[in-house]
């Protein structure tokens, strides 16, 4: 028996895949996703955290290089697809007068929450607005006794 892919028939040397299954995979919930640093020396480490990190932003991405990308969509058919030369985003913030114990903790409190919804870059991007933005996002922010990073 010979295989058939789309209705055509292959020969018998042809390979065969077989879908066995298909899944979606979301992220685990979680009400705080922020990763906190304390610094040995506070504040004053920021720079030298922020250089390391842009540092080694490059051979990350050489393991997810669509990442360092933008959508693009093709001006003749519409097709949407990666333009991967651009890089990604590095933003760096402050909010000296927020602490990791503030932000820390198995339970968020509210107001920590509020500190958090803006340490989130690009959060309100909608539909085709995101054609013009990084695929990814990184925002370090200094803290008065370390540091915050969101990946978006």
């Given at each position: 028996m010979a295989a058939v892919d789309n209705g055509k028939e292959l020969g018998a040397a042809s390979p065969v895949v077989t879908v066995i299954a298909t899944r979606n995979v979301a992220p685990a919930a979680a009400k705080c996703k922020l990763l906190l640093y304390r610094l040995p020396n506070g504040a004053s480490d920021f720079p030298d955290a922020v250089a390391r990190m842009s540092a080694a932003l490059p051979d990350a991405l050489a393991y997810f290089y669509p990442l360092a990308g933008r959508i693009r969509q093709g001006e003749q058919d519409g097709a949407l697809s990666i333009d991967g030369h651009h890089g990604a985003e590095v933003i760096e913030a402050s909010a000296d007068q927020v602490s990791v114990d503030d932000l820390a903790g198995e339970e968020c409190s509210d107001e920590?929450?509020?500190?958090?919804?803006?340490?989130?870059?690009?959060?309100?991007?909608?539909?085709?607005?995101?054609?013009?933005?990084?695929?990814?996002?990184?925002?370090?922010?200094?803290?008065?006794?370390g540091l915050a990073i969101y990946f978006n």
């Open positions: 920590a929450e509020k500190v958090m919804q803006l340490l989130v870059p690009y959060a309100g991007v909608m539909n085709l607005e995101g054609l013009h933005r990084p695929l990814l996002a990184v925002q370090l922010t200094r803290l008065r006794d």
